[in-house]
T-cell receptor, first 114, second 113 residues
Framework: DAGVIQSPRHEVTEMGQEVTLRCKPI?????LFWYRQTMMRGLELLIY????????DSGMPEDRFSAKMPNASFSTLKIQPSEPRDSAVYFC????????????FGEGSWLTVV | GESVGLHLPTLSVQEGDNSIINCAYS??????FIWYKQESGKGPQFIID?????DKRQGQRVTVLLNKTVKHLSLQIAATQPGDSAVYFC????????????FGKGTLLTVNP
């Protein structure tokens, strides 16, 4: 079975540019998460969707960050404008009722803002 | 605030030895715990989980022990192999929230051949 699929895997962009990260959750999963990982702060939950509806976005750092889930098989995380401190690995993860509380992660999008 | 922490940031073992990775948590309301393995350049991979109504759970070569009295969690890996080299994270789920996992900082396990 395909896992959580993220794109792009790596992106280098200039400060001020818009960045869009994409995610396809595991088919049948109804919960989707965006996490950010840095050396200093570890893994942080940015936003959680359930049945395509944002439930908790308290982890979104600033208004420059936005996330959407237009359907059950696709989500985006957008940063506009991007700043060097946004450089991190962004993980998308999903969970389904059949997997209990287990959250499955994608391979991550490695973002560098210069 | 309360958070999950790790006693050892790094652990180096010889191939074939058993490894023990420790984790301390401070939220007594946490009712579910997960261990993840993260290899370099990859996302966290689920290893094993345990609920607060259990003390021990075994998987393939891995065992998780939960001591609620001292709020301690450990991951034991039997006959450690080079492929086990990775960062290991424990995560806790606060009771009352069925989605909010709090992750520890991670322990780097290095297996020497």
């Amino acid at each position: 079975d395909a896992g959580v699929i993220q794109s792009p895997r790596h992106e280098v962009t200039e400060m001020g540019q818009e960045v869009t990260l994409r995610c396809k959750p595991i088919s049948g999963h109804n919960s989707l998460f965006w996490y950010r990982q840095t050396m200093m702060r570890g893994l942080e939950l940015l936003i959680y969707f359930n049945n395509n509806v944002p439930i908790d976005d308290s982890g979104m750092p600033e208004d420059r960050f936005s996330a959407k889930m237009p359907n059950a098989s696709f989500s985006t995380l957008k940063i506009q404008p991007s700043e060097p401190r946004d450089s991190a690995v962004y993980f998308c993860a999903s969970r389904g009722t059949s997997s209990g509380n287990t959250i499955y992660f994608g391979e991550g999008s490695w973002l560098t803002v210069v | 605030g309360e958070s999950v922490g790790l006693h050892l940031p790094t652990l180096s073992v010889q191939e074939g030895d058993n490894s023990i990775i420790n984790c301390a948590y401070s939220n007594s309301a946490s009712d579910y715990f997960i261990w993840y393995k993260q290899e370099s350049g990859k996302g966290p991979q689920f290893i094993i989980d345990i609920r607060s109504n259990m003390d021990k759970r075994q998987g393939q070569r891995v065992t998780v022990l939960l001591n609620k009295t001292v709020k301690h969690l450990s991951l034991q890996i039997a006959a450690t192999q080079p492929g086990d080299s990775a960062v290991y994270f424990c995560a806790e789920n606060y009771g009352g929230s069925n989605y909010k996992l709090t992750f520890g900082k991670g322990t780097l396990l290095t297996v020497n051949p």
